[in-house]
């Protein structure tokens, strides 16, 4: 089995990186100035333990790839370039989405038979080309698989050993949109820390969409996992530690504003939510607020933590009651 990690960046390098040094197979699909440094140079994979440099084969787009029997892509991008590489992917080849969101999964089913979901609970970072840091140790992340619409097979087990064996925790579990779905509510929050940096005032204004995520979900019907059991799952595995003198600046989305890349993946997290409001008749004013505002921030050019946290939080309840 070969796995091709489609979108090199923080979580796919990571992934990409570990499995490499664990003997699987591996290539990689990145672009621009990352794509070339990789090709340059390696990729280069920053750990508390110490940097490590992979040789792998990158390609520029998916339908540069030379597909194998047996081959399985792992979709590391965006949400929002989901639909882009699905429509350059062989139709026979198995699909895993190592993603944020819910709504990979069922694009991906639309045209493929063999799908599997990844929640992913993996801080890292990629901040320059051809370079990737796993930002907790001993283990780097939680990465639980399941095969969509819900159950397990021999190939997700198989996966889920294979990244155990590259050092992440892995279990494939029946219940993975559920636990999606949770990681969806702890992502509303992205936009909140994109805008207005870590701390206090960020997490209000998270846990005030986050609320409002959760009465959207249950209107819809849609279960996901308990905080309880979301802790429980998490336990103390995930440590996080500073590398190379670094602490963690922030998660996806603050990091495309970082990098300056014009676009952040919020129409897929609260914009989720907003779609999900309007299926089912309700308001989600908040998420909605709070999605116009990051993407703004991202097509102006804004570095991250820019707006006051008690701006924000203002803006939210005032969508909120008008």
């Known amino acids: 089995m070969r796995i091709v990690i489609i979108g090199a960046g923080a979580v796919g390098g990571v992934v990409a990186a570990r499995l490499a040094a664990s003997g699987t197979d591996v290539a990689v699909v990145a672009r621009g100035p990352h794509l070339a440094a990789i090709r340059e140079g390696g990729l280069l994979l920053r750990e508390a333990t110490g ?17 194998r029997p047996g081959d399985v892509a792992v979709l590391a991008v965006k949400s929002n370039s989901t639909e882009e590489v699905l429509a350059q992917l ?3 080849v198995p699909v895993v989405c190592l993603q944020n969101g819910v709504a990979n999964e069922r694009a991906a089913l639309r045209l493929f038979p063999d799908v599997y979901g990844i929640c992913v609970m993996l801080p890292s970072a990629h901040l ?3 370079v990737v840091i796993a930002q907790c140790h001993p283990v780097p992340g939680i990465l639980d698989i ?11 087990e198989e996966l889920a050993a294979t990244l155990v ?32 940096g870590r701390g206090e005032g960020a997490d209000e204004a998270a846990a005030y969409l986050r609320a409002e995520g ?14 309880a059991e979301d ?10 530690v500073p590398v190379a003198g670094q602490v963690r600046g922030g998660g996806s989305t603050w990091q495309s504003l970082a990098r300056g890349t014009g676009t952040v993946e919020a129409d897929y997290l609260n914009g989720e939510i907003v779609l999900l409001a309007r299926l089912h008749g309700r ?3 908040a998420n909605e607020q709070a999605r116009r505002l990051v993407i703004a921030a991202a097509d102006r050019g804004d570095t991250p933590g820019t707006m006051p946290p008690e701006r924000l939080l203002a803006a939210l309840k005032q969508a909120t009651a008008e």
């Open 165 to 196: 064996k590259a050092g992440f925790v892995a279990e494939a579990r029946p219940d993975i949109m559920r636990r999606k779905y949770t990681k969806l509510l702890m992502n509303l929050g992205n936009a909140a820390e994109a805008l207005c």
């Open 51 to 67: 940097d490590s440099v992979h040789h792998l084969p990158a390609f520029a787009t998916p339908a540069e790839v030379d597909w």
């Open 90 to 92: 062989p139709r026979d």
């Open 128 to 130: 320059e080309p051809g």
């Open 214 to 227: 959760e009465g959207v979900l249950r209107a819809a019907g849609i279960e996901y996992a308990t905080s």
């Open 146 to 156: 399941g095969r969509i619409p819900g159950s397990v097979d021999a190939r997700a």
């Open 283 to 285: 308001p989600a004013p």
């Open 231 to 240: 802790r429980e799952r998490r336990g103390d595995i995930l440590r996080m």
